[in-house]
Every structure is written in structure tokens, then in C-alpha cells.
């Protein structure tokens, strides 16, 4: 159980029987009264933002939150198939991945949380490569003012921007973070 003194951005708090993140975190001790702990939650589950104000007395309950590693197995009509350490299929849907379905290779390992018997998410490596499978090919020219890009697709149907000199068929690494290019894989 926590207290309001616990309160920092990060913590995972229960309230509603959700689990909820604090984004931001303010506190403020009026001159009379009691202090407070001006919050922006973030659930967990459906990624609804709030803003709440709790006082010095509010506690709070700990989430029945488990971090587990998993395999990624394949896909079948939207659901995701993961495999535990135990060889049970774990089924994760496309809302719970977001962007991440895009990089999801065979075999890959990933960081899953999981509340009441649920995935409500999946931690990706921080980079993949995948092939580059469409791109136009990079014009020359006023490339003084900065970085050049050009609209690029990846194996998996991902697209993204990547540097003029990237062609199809080159393998490069993408940050699964942000989404972005990160470098050329080198061969």
C-alpha cells in the first residue's frame, strides 16, 4: 500500500481496479492545510490520460503488475502468439502492440507486463534491422540546411523516413522507441 508521500512520476498505482501510471508530478503545501500531490495518470490499459489532486492522507494500492520475459510465435488474424518459459501460448491483440506488431520477428524475446492474467504490454528490443523493400530513390540536392530524408518501407509494412542514401534492399536499424531510423546495418 501507498501513501501520498510515495507519490513520484513513474509510480504504478491501482485506483478504480486499473492500473495507472503518474506521468507528472507536482506537490504543493498551501499556507494552511494540507499539502498537495497534483498527478497526471496514465491507464495502463486503454491509455486514458487524467488529472487528479490527492492530499496527504490518500493511500493508494500497489498493482498486481508481473514482468515477464516471452517469445513471439506468429500471428493469426490480429492476435499475437507469444510462448512463456512453459510453452503456453499467450495471446496479446494489435491495440496492446501499437507500432511494435511491425517489427515482431520469429523467435524474438520480449518484455511483457502483465495484470490480473492479462498483457496489457510488450517491450521490444531497442533497435531491429529489417530490409528496406521500397523506396525512391534519393534526389540530389540542397542537403546544406540538414539531414535529407525520403519515405522508405521495411519489410512487414512498416514505413518510415530514412537518409538519401539508403536503397532497397539494404538492412537497417530502426529504434523500436520512437519508430525511427537509426543507422545502416553494415554487411
Known sequence: MYTSSDLKKGLKIEIDDAPWVITEFDFSKPGKGQ?????????????????????????????????????????????????????????VDADVLGRNKYFLMDDMEVSALIYNERVIEVELPNLVERAVVNCDVGAKGNTAAGKVMKPAQVEGGYELQVPLFVNEGDIIRIDTRTGEYSDRART
Do not use: V
Not at 59 to 74: A, G, H, V, W
Open 35 to 91: 499539502a498537495i500531490y497534483n498527478c497526471k495518470l496514465k491507464n495502463m490499459i486503454t491509455g486514458t490520460t487524467m488529472s487528479r489532486s490527492f492530499r496527504s492522507n490518500d493511500k493508494f494500492d500497489k498493482p498486481e503488475l508481473m514482468q515477464t520475459s516471452l517469445r513471439f510465435s506468429y500471428e493469426n488474424a490480429g492476435h499475437y502468439i507469444f510462448m512463456n518459459d512453459d510453452y503456453e501460448e499467450i495471446h
